[in-house]
């Protein structure tokens, strides 16, 4: 069985890459949001259809991007940046990685979807403009020789060493996985989303015109820490958690966490809970000018959920910003001692 030990870092590795992608923007100007892009198409100019349903009926966890939405966005470029500014030697390497493959966001990439299963293993799936040849030929350069292989009418290539990567690119669609067998399952699932009810419920409830969202089912272990932090309040451990974080639609910034409890009454247990600990949060928050941010979050109990959301207004956005931007400037002087 996976926990969260397992299988959280590999969520974690694996949305950094794909985030990693618009921080490395980070320092282009701000540009107004472009338009959607065009469906990808195939040879006969079909456009490729891409229904998250049809995932394999072992996916555990999804999360999707916009990614124009998103590299339009300058606060959300500056987050990504300070999160992945701890591990400076992959960013530069990442960026090195764009910089010779000739990606850019905005222009090549509509989308990035993430389908993990219980195991940890981890499928990525990008939507738009890709030159196969030379994409694959840039990897080679990254990474050294490359495995190949045939499944159905795919390619599959795959990076050699101890955490190899296999992938396939072709109909305006890189895949990209951890295993040779996940990509497999993920090109021709058997069962999909479709026969599993809760996932395919938490899909439907989605916002999915959001900049970025996901929904996931809880690992046993997260859950029943969350017993324990309440004294056993809460009587049964979340079932599943759903995230939502949009940019510049009706406000600039609005977030949304959705847990998934067993009942009504340990959704209300535990949004009691929570607010008693943001406050704590917010006090703490003051010291780095935060505190009237955090005040603006709200917690709330509704049916069997437990949600917190945020919205933030222009003001809070440039607070925001200007912060992350006195964190970063702090980071590049202790580097450089």
């Known amino acids: ?38 469906a990808p198409e195939t040879g006969s100019g079909t456009p490729v259809a891409f229904d998250l349903l049809d995932l394999p009926a072992e996916t ?29 030697p992959s960013r530069a390497r990442l960026g090195a990685l764009l910089a010779r ?38 990897i080679r350069a990254e990474a050294g020789d490359l495995d190949e292989a045939r499944s159905g009418s795919h390619v599959l290539h795959g990076t050699r060493g101890a955490s190899p990567v296999w992938l396939t690119i072709g109909q305006g669609r890189v895949i990209a996985a951890t295993s040779r067998a996940w ?44 017993v324990q932090l309440t004294d056993g309040e809460v009587k049964a451990p979340a079932r599943a958690v759903s995230f939502q974080i949009d940019v510049g639609r009706d406000v600039p910034l609005a977030a949304q966490l959705r847990l998934e409890m067993a009942d009504a009454a340990d959704a209300t247990k535990l949004a009691g809970f929570a607010g008693g600990q943001l406050g704590v949060l917010t006090i703490a928050a003051q010291r780095y000018g935060l505190g009237r941010l955090l005040a ?26 200007e912060t992350l ?11 450089g001692r």
Not at 60 to 86: G, H, T
Not at 298 to 317: C, F, H, P, T, Y
Not at 325 to 335: C, M, N
């Open 1 to 38: 069985m996976a926990t969260w030990s397992t299988t959280g870092p590999r969520i974690f590795l694996a949305v950094s890459a794909a985030w990693g992608l618009l921080a490395c923007n980070q320092g282009k100007p701000a540009q107004p949001p472009p338009a959607p892009a065009p």
């Open 60 to 88: 555990r966890v999804v999360i999707d991007a916009r990614v124009p939405v998103l590299a339009a966005s300058p606060v959300a470029r500056r987050s990504i940046d300070v999160a992945l500014s701890q591990d400076a």
């Open 101 to 138: 493959c000739r990606i850019d966001l905005a222009r090549d990439v509509a989308g990035l979807t993430l389908a993990m299963k219980d195991a940890g293993e981890v499928a990525l799936i990008g939507l738009g403009r890709f030159d196969e040849p030379a994409l694959i030929e840039c």
């Open 183 to 226: 990509l497999e399952t993920v090109l021709a699932p058997g069962e999909t989303l479709r026969a599993r009810p809760e996932m395919k419920e938490l899909i439907a409830r989605a916002d999915r015109g959001a900049a970025l969202w996901g929904v996931g089912l809880m690992p046993p272990s997260a859950g029943e820490r969350m």
């Open 296 to 321: 603006k979050t709200q917690i709330a109990a509704e049916g069997n959920g437990m949600i917190v959301s945020l919205r933030l207004d222009g003001d809070d956005v440039r607070l925001l910003d």
């Open 325 to 335: 931007a006195s964190r970063q400037a702090e980071e590049k002087k202790e580097q």
